[in-house]
């Protein structure tokens, strides 16, 4: 599980600015959302991808309201 939770972390830190305290929260979250799913490495990289994906779209989409709004 190891091998996925690094390579989702490599692929989402290319896709977005983290700071060093923000990459060691999606780390975690990762490695809660992962614990238990028995699948391949391949499966366990994508779904803990779009874990992280799902969290920071939710975000863009409240802060582009904000803008619209206001």
Do not use: W
Not at 34 to 57: F, I, K, W
Request: charged content about 30%; proline content about 1%.
């Amino acid at each position: 599980m190891r091998a996925a939770i690094d390579r989702v972390m490599q692929a989402f830190t290319m896709m977005t600015r983290l700071t060093p305290e923000q990459a060691e929260a999606a780390r975690a979250r990762v490695t809660a959302h992962l614990v238990g799913m028995d699948a391949d490495e391949n499966a366990l990289a994508v779904e803990g991808l779009s874990c992280l994906r799902g969290s920071d779209r939710h975000v863009r989409r409240r802060i582009a309201r904000k803008l619209d709004d206001g």
